[in-house]
């Protein structure tokens, strides 16, 4: 083999690694993106065992990866996967314990 083709070959190499090192760049970025954080308001959750009935169901459901409950301010901060579960479903879940979630009016 030629010095230049040996030199093509390695350069070709680089080109390769350097795609593949940004795929992996990309992939990662995306699987950041992939989470998600949805503040719900629970206007009857006002104790802590309300709280714990309410965490309860959300920490058993797939996707969902931390759960923070503000008794005071009836929120419900909820990190999860948006690919594995969607913020209706969150809120189905809640409403499933027997508490309403305040849907929040959007504006423009
Ligand atoms: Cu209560």
Redesign the pocket.
């Known amino acids: 083999m030629s010095l230049n083709r040996e030199m093509e070959r390695k350069q070709k190499m680089r080109i390769k690694l350097a795609v593949a090192a940004a795929a992996l760049v990309l992939m990662n970025g995306e699987a950041i993106a992939k989470e998600a954080t949805a503040n719900i308001t629970v206007p009857k959750?006002?104790?802590d065992?309300?709280a714990v009935v309410i965490k309860r169901a959300l920490t058993k459901t797939a996707g969902v990866k931390s759960t923070a409950i503000d008794t005071d301010k009836r929120l419900v901060k909820v990190v999860y996967e948006d690919s594995a579960v969607s913020e209706a479903q969150l809120h189905q879940t809640i409403e499933k314990t027997g508490f309403e979630v305040k849907v929040p009016v959007k504006t423009k």
Do not use: K, L, N, V
Request: proline share 0%; with cysteine; charged share 20%.
């Open positions: 959750m006002d104790c065992s309300c």
